[in-house]
């Protein structure tokens, strides 16, 4: 590989350790869907479709948080911001811990969320400080390829400890997490980010970033791109533990059903490292796009003709995120290689936004559960059609720019 500066650590740990990082959100995540149904049963939530906020309030804090994180990995290094992100996850991980009402539960969700940003943004940052273009992608398809076989394992740990314990035991989980992790950062992890290479935290700074971020045309097109991408998938998550266990009533065996589809996309993305530097980025998420929305087109026919069943659910699902796993890596890459040493400010930004829209995509679409799946099928055709619309138009800016 093309090292962007001389790396600190070897690719397979830095592989390892920015997956684990990128895992906080999957796995605070997951590993809780399976509690869904006994935390509206436990807090006395009237409505089922409530409950899909826990997941949401993370979602909220993380995107804020991404604003301040960001410029702050920028000004001060990485792992000052490491550092200060897990100790709010710590603090919102107890806070749910001890939550009496679904409110309470919520902030603690919502500053886990803030906490959890800074390691979001950092491992991003970290790669970026390293590596560049299609070494750089590689790095991150491996990444995500790690990353989505967090959820094949999450919800299934998050089955067993609820075996041995309530729902309040995912939580003890979580600050173990976060702790081991802390320690891997204090014996191994060095700065990435040189002291000449900071930018001085002042606001005409930040701003200056920002406004770096906000009109480079290619990075905020792109950004959009993946707002509408993880719209999508948090319509899905939201609505997962209602799909399988109530309409589809496959009980204990919705961890599996959920694994399964995770690795999907865990494979995927491995696929995606092999391919990404002979087909590019660019082709590779087009035509993935273009692949969702032809599999949401059909599966929307096939409910409009017949009731459909679980295989014939997983057969389609299990098509889109092989498309996500496509996707994932190679668009966010896209969106920050020009970005150069605003990479922390870079990330905020594009994760902030992209999360913000994908927030309000996602609750919107989850909220809409009726007990099928066509808000999701709907939710796939339209916004996958506007994503490919936006990448057409990242390819045709390219090409104008190889030809200047």
């Given amino acids: 590989m093309t090292p962007q500066t001389n790396p600190a650590i070897s690719p397979l740990e830095m592989t390892i350790f920015t997956a684990t990082l990128m895992s906080m959100v999957a796995i605070s995540i997951d590993?809780?869907?399976?509690?869904?149904?006994?935390?509206?049963?436990?807090?006395?939530?009237?409505?089922?479709?409530?409950?899909?906020l826990v997941i949401s309030a993370l979602f909220l804090g993380m995107a804020l948080g991404q604003l301040i994180c960001g410029p702050y990995s920028d000004a001060l290094g990485r792992k000052p911001v490491l550092y200060a992100g897990l100790l709010m996850y710590l603090a919102g991980t107890l806070l749910c811990y001890f939550a009496g009402d679904l409110n309470t539960l919520l902030a603690g969700r919502f500053i886990q969320g803030l906490g959890v940003a800074g390691p979001y943004i950092s491992a991003v940052s970290l790669v970026r400080d390293q590596y560049k273009g299609r070494d750089m992608a590689k790095i991150m398809s491996l990444v995500m390829?790690?990353?989505?076989?967090?959820?094949?394992?999450?919800?299934?740990?998050?089955?067993?400890?609820l075996l041995i314990s309530d729902w309040r035991g995912v939580f003890i989980f979580y600050i173990a997490y976060a702790l081991i992790i802390t320690l891997w950062i204090f014996l191994r992890l060095p700065e990435t980010l040189p002291k000449d290479h900071r930018i001085k935290l002042t606001v005409p700074g930040f701003l200056s970033g920002f406004k770096a971020v906000i009109t480079h045309k290619i990075t905020m097109s792109l950004t959009i791109c993946m707002g509408l991408l993880f719209g999508c998938f948090i319509s899905y998550l939201n609505s997962s533990q209602q799909i399988f266990q109530e309409q589809f009533a496959v009980g204990k065996m919705f961890s599996v059903y959920f694994g399964?589809?995770?690795?999907?996309?865990?494979v995927s993305s491995m696929v995606n490292s092999q391919l990404v530097q002979r087909l590019g980025m660019q082709f590779l998420s087009q035509s993935a796009f273009m692949a969702i929305v032809?599999?949401?087109?059909?599966?929307?026919?096939?409910?409009?003709?017949?009731?459909?069943?679980?295989?014939?659910?997983?057969?389609y699902i299990a098509c889109v995120f092989f498309s996500f796993g496509l996707i994932f890596g190679n668009v966010n890459a896209m969106a920050m290689e020009p970005m150069g040493d605003n990479a922390g400010i870079a990330s905020a930004v594009i994760g902030s936004v992209s999360s913000i829209m994908s927030i309000i995509i996602g609750t919107t679409i989850g909220q809409l559960y009726d007990g099928t799946v066509m808000p999701i099928t709907l939710g796939f055709v339209f916004i996958g059609t506007i994503a490919t619309g936006i990448l057409i138009y990242v390819g045709k800016i390219n090409k104008q720019t190889e030809q200047v």
């Fill in 31 to 52: 590993a809780l869907l399976p509690a869904l149904g006994f935390i509206s049963s436990d807090l006395l939530v009237s409505d089922p479709n409530r409950t899909q």
């Fill in 145 to 161: 390829m790690i990353f989505m076989l967090v959820p094949a394992i999450a919800p299934t740990l998050g089955q067993g400890l």
């Fill in 260 to 266: 399964v589809l995770a690795l999907v996309m865990g």
């Fill in 294 to 315: 032809l599999a949401s087109v059909i599966f929307l026919i096939i409910q409009l003709l017949m009731d459909i069943n679980l295989w014939i659910f997983l057969t």
